[in-house]
Structures are given as structure tokens and as C-alpha cells.
């Protein structure tokens, strides 16, 4: 067996192992469902309300992901002007940590209040919780960029664009999708954030409205979705990265 696979099956085990013992510890503690249901049940109720449950996982994934993009573009190209101009990083910088600060839950009113309840305050808050990782590390990896390598290429006639596009960008990639893998679950949050808030569908209002109704199983079975949903866009930007920045990963044999 390669160690590739062994280090597979091993992870396998160990969740799988995780699942065993909390459904062992529920039923030896005689835990009640309203406290903690067991992962039998939880997944039950996954397989039971599966039609009713995907529209709403529909909802929150299409939302998530228009939320993110939109955030990806305004992180790439605020991270673009921070990055390459001394005068902007000095100046806007301290502007978006400062509104990285503000909790993200006290927003998701004023955007209800001007766009109403729906899709659109659910993309919005996506869209501001995932921007900020985007942006400090496509500035970073520009920081990054040598200075003797921006002389060489300016003395050979290259604008400061031609830098930015041809040297700069391509640098950052490893960077860019660190921030990607990060922003993505940061997107989720934001979604079933504003969906618990201000909105009628999505896993967010699935899970507040079973917690309203004591249907705990249900509730969990949501976070069961949103914690795959999560795994699977990460896995994906995982294997892009692959892709795209095998040259900045350096192969390392781990011996297992």
C-alpha cells in the first residue's frame, strides 16, 4: 500500500472513528436529542428530508458562490492597488482592517434595510466577510515581488502594468489561493449569517427555524450540509492549487 493511500485510509478511520465514539458516548450517557442527537439520527434525518432539503442547500451554495466571486474580483483588485502603490497601502489599509473589524452580524441590518430581506443581503455579507483575506494576501505576495527584479525589468523598458501583469500577478498565485480556501468557508459563514437574519430560504433559515421548533437533529443535519459543502469547494481549490502552483510547492517525501 502507498503511503498516499495509507494516510488516506488512516484519515478515513479517524473520522470515522469520531463519528463511533460520540454515537457510543450518546447512547451510554443516554444523552437526549434536544442536547446532542447522535449521528445515526442526524444522518436519518439527512436521508428523510433530502427533497426538501436540497432547494435550500441550492440556495445557500448559489448565494455563497455569487457572493464569493464578487468578493474574489474586489479583493483582487483593492489587494492589486494596495500592493503595488506605497501611497495606497499607507492610505487604505488601516481603512480595511478597520472595517474587517466590525462584526459582521451588526451589517446584515443596514443591508436589509437598504436592499430588503432575500438573496441580496445574503450575497453582500458573503461577499464583505471573504474580501479581506483576498486582498492582504495578493498585497502580500505583490510586497513580496524583488526590488532588483522590478529594476532589471524597468531598465529592459517594461511599465510599471507590464511588472504588475507579467511578474507580479503570476508571483502571487500561491498566495491568492491560500486566501481562496480561507475565503470560501469565510463566505459560508456570511450566507448563513444573513440567512438566519433576513430570509425565508437557505440552510441558515432551516436551522433557525428547526431551533425554534426543538428539532435539533434537523439543525445539525444543516450543519452536516454546510460542513460538506465547505470540504468539497475546498478540496476543489486544493486541487486548482495543485495545478496551477505545483512550481511553488516544494515535494517533500512524509514518512508515515
Request: net charge positive; hydrophobic share 55%.
Amino acid at each position: 500500500m502507498s503511503a498516499t493511500l495509507r494516510r488516506r485510509s488512516l484519515s478515513i478511520g479517524l473520522i470515522l472513528a469520531f463519528f463511533g465514539v460520540w454515537e457510543v458516548l450518546c447512547i451510554a450517557l443516554n444523552v437526549s436529542d434536544l442536547v446532542l442527537p447522535r449521528p445515526s439520527e442526524i444522518f436519518t434525518v439527512l436521508w428523510q428530508r433530502a427533497p426538501q432539503l436540497w432547494p435550500h442547500m441550492l440556495q445557500t451554495l448559489g448565494t455563497t458562490l455569487l457572493g464569493f466571486v464578487l468578493g474574489v474580483a474586489t479583493g483582487v483588485v483593492l489587494g492589486a492597488i494596495v500592493g503595488s502603490s506605497r501611497l495606497a497601502y499607507d492610505t487604505a489599509y488601516p481603512l480595511l482592517i478597520g472595517f474587517s473589524s466590525i462584526p459582521k452580524v451588526a451589517v446584515v441590518p443596514i443591508f436589509v434595510l437598504w436592499f430588503g430581506s432575500g438573496t441580496v443581503p445574503a450575497v453582500l455579507t458573503s461577499l464583505v466577510i471573504c474580501f479581506f483575506p483576498i486582498v492582504v494576501n495578493i498585497a502580500t505576495g505583490l510586497a513580496t515581488t524583488e526590488p532588483e527584479l522590478e529594476d532589471v525589468l524597468k531598465a529592459l523598458g517594461a511599465s510599471k502594468f507590464d511588472i504588475l501583469w507579467n511578474v507580479g500577478l503570476p508571483r502571487t498565485m500561491p498566495f491568492f489561493f491560500a486566501s481562496l480556501k480561507v475565503a470560501i468557508t469565510y463566505a459560508f459563514v456570511g450566507t448563513v449569517l444573513s440567512e438566519t437574519v433576513a430570509s425565508n430560504r437557505g440552510i441558515g433559515n432551516v436551522m433557525i427555524s428547526a431551533s425554534s421548533n426543538f428539532n435539533v437533529p434537523l439543525a445539525f443535519a444543516g450543519l452536516f450540509i454546510l460542513a460538506g459543502l465547505g470540504i468539497a469547494l475546498y478540496a476543489i481549490f486544493s486541487l486548482i492549487e495543485r495545478q496551477v502552483t505545483g512550481w511553488a510547492t516544494r515535494k517533500r517525501e512524509i514518512a508515515v
